[in-house]
């Protein structure tokens, strides 16, 4: 089956740990992109990358790093930072030929927790 | 201003009702949009797309008002199944990512 995949489905965090999550995708999309979505708001772009072993920063970067080091796989790194990581990351993919223009498709997210 | 804004309800119809969420959004040179539906604690998932001429699928209508710069989702014979939060979304001409609005809370009771 074809699709995105986030680990680990919850994850705590001691306060001055940095934490990373994994996002793979086989779906064969050139794009993907990292948001946080916090209890009453809206998505929000953390980092986002075209191509591989290119990323750029979306709104909210700080306190986040991500590389891109195969078309596959986008893991985000939550580092001691950021200031307040608790929140659920979701992951997302998109293609240039396939499906609806600029349409995304999400990973099942991880939920953090900092302690 | 938000790219994206959307009544948050909560909007609690009984089954069989047809309920029906709009969307308003900021950049008159928007070109796509979407709708997608996010369970609770769950991912969002594209519902459907929108176009111009408007479309349908199934018991799901969606529509694109590009002069009022809005959009809107029509839902016929409500099941409790589409209890749901409905987010709209937008791509913006020369953007790489999509935005998208906060969601409007759907409940629909037996």
């Known amino acids: 089956d074809g699709g995105i995949t986030q680990s680990p489905k919850y994850l705590f965090r001691k306060e001055g740990q940095n934490v990373t999550l994994s996002c793979e995708q086989n779906l064969n999309h050139d794009a993907m992109y990292w948001y946080r979505q916090d209890p009453g708001q809206g998505l929000r772009l953390i980092y986002y990358s075209q191509i591989v072993n290119d990323f750029q920063k979306g709104d909210i970067a700080e306190g986040y790093s991500v590389s891109r080091e195969k078309k596959e796989s986008f893991p985000l790194t939550v580092t001691s930072a950021q200031k307040n990581p608790t929140a659920f990351y979701l992951c997302?993919?998109?293609?240039?030929?396939?499906?609806?223009?600029?349409?995304?498709?999400f990973g099942p997210g991880t939920r953090l927790t900092v302690l | 201003r938000k790219e994206v804004e959307q009544d948050p309800g909560p909007f609690n119809v009984p089954e069989g009702a047809t309920v029906a969420f709009n969307c308003t959004y900021s950049?008159?040179?928007?070109?796509?949009f979407f709708w997608y539906r996010q369970d609770c604690r769950k991912e969002p998932k594209l519902l459907m797309s929108?176009?111009?001429s408007g479309n349908e699928d199934g018991r799901f209508t969606a529509q694109l008002n590009r002069a009022s710069q809005y959009i809107s989702l029509l839902i016929r014979d409500s099941k409790l199944s589409d209890s749901a939060t409905y987010l709209c979304?937008?791509?913006?001409?020369?953007?790489?990512?999509?935005?998208f609005g906060t969601g409007t809370r759907l409940t629909v009771i037996p």
């Open positions: 997302a993919s998109s293609s240039s030929g396939e499906g609806p223009p600029w349409a995304q498709y």
């Open positions: 979304v937008v791509h913006e001409a020369g953007a790489n990512n999509l935005f």
């Open positions: 929108v176009y111009s």
């Open positions: 950049n008159s040179a928007s070109q796509s």
